[in-house]
C-alpha cells in the first residue's frame, strides 16, 4: 500500500515531505499582545514591536471584554454538526441565565451574603469548569490479548476538555429527553459545579473511583 501511494505522490508531483517555510518571516513578524492589561501599558523604546509588523491574531485570542478562551472552547465542544453559531448562541443563553440567576439571588441577600455571590457569568461558568478538572483518565493498554483499562495522569489541556466534554454529554442527554432546553441545562449545570455539586461533579467522582479500583494496572503505563 505504501509503495503504491508513493507511486502515485510521483506520477501526480504529489509533495510528501513537511512544510518548512512559514507565511510569517521570523526576521520582520512578531508575536501579538493578547493580554489586555500588556496592551495598556506603553511599549519601551527598545522594543522590536515598534518598528517590526505584528502576527494575525487568532479569533479566540482577540483581547475584548466579551471574548474568553475557556467559553469559545466551550462553544467549540458543544458544536454539533457543524452549527457553531447554534452552539455559540446556547452557551451565551447559559451565561445569560447565570448572570440573571445570581443577580436575583444578590438582590435577595442581605449585605453579608452579598460579598459571596459572584455576579459575573464569565466566572462562574470558568469556576464550574475548573471544578470539573479530571485528575486521572482511564486508557486501554493490550497486554498479552487482554485489554486493561490502565489510569494515566492528565495535563491540564485535556482536564478542561474532559470536563467540558463530561459537561456536554450530560446536557445532551438531560436535553434529548426532554427535561428543559439545553441551554436551561448547561445553566444549571455550571452554577451547581461552581459549587462542586451537580452531575458533571458526580461523574468526575466516580471517573476517580474507577481509576483507584484500577490501580492495579498502573505498572502497564510503560
Not at 106 to 126: Q, R
Not at 174 to 188: M, N, Q, V, W, Y
Request: aromatic share 8%; hydrophobic share 35%; charged share 30%.
Amino acid at each position: 500500500m505504501t509503495t503504491k501511494l508513493a507511486r502515485f505522490a510521483q506520477k501526480r508531483w504529489i509533495s510528501s515531505t513537511t512544510s518548512t517555510s512559514n507565511m510569517y518571516d521570523p526576521r520582520v513578524f512578531r508575536d501579538p499582545v493578547t493580554n489586555v492589561q500588556e496592551l495598556r501599558k506603553p511599549l519601551d523604546s527598545d522594543d522590536e514591536r515598534n518598528f517590526l509588523f505584528l502576527k494575525a491574531m487568532k479569533s479566540d485570542a482577540t483581547p475584548v471584554f466579551y471574548r474568553d478562551h475557556v467559553i469559545d472552547k466551550l462553544i467549540r465542544v458543544c458544536t454539533k454538526d457543524g452549527e457553531k453559531e447554534t452552539s455559540r448562541k446556547n452557551v451565551l443563553s447559559a451565561l445569560e441565565i447565570i448572570k440573571r440567576r445570581q443577580y436575583k439571588a444578590w438582590a435577595k441577600a442581605s449585605e453579608e451574603e452579598k460579598k459571596s455571590i459572584e455576579l459575573d457569568p464569565f466566572l462562574v461558568a470558568k469556576k464550574g469548569i475548573k471544578n470539573c478538572h479530571p485528575l486521572m483518565k482511564l486508557q486501554g493498554v493490550t497486554r498479552g490479548g487482554t485489554t486493561y483499562q490502565v489510569p494515566f495522569p492528565i495535563e491540564e489541556p485535556e482536564a478542561e476538555f474532559r470536563a467540558m466534554k463530561m459537561m456536554r454529554d450530560i446536557c445532551r442527554v438531560r436535553s434529548k429527553h426532554g427535561e428543559t432546553h439545553f441551554k436551561d441545562i448547561l445553566a444549571t449545570e455550571l452554577l451547581a459545579a461552581s459549587q462542586n455539586e451537580g452531575s458533571t461533579i458526580q461523574a468526575k467522582q466516580e471517573l476517580h473511583k474507577t481509576c483507584e479500583a484500577n490501580r492495579a494496572y498502573a505498572h502497564y503505563r510503560a
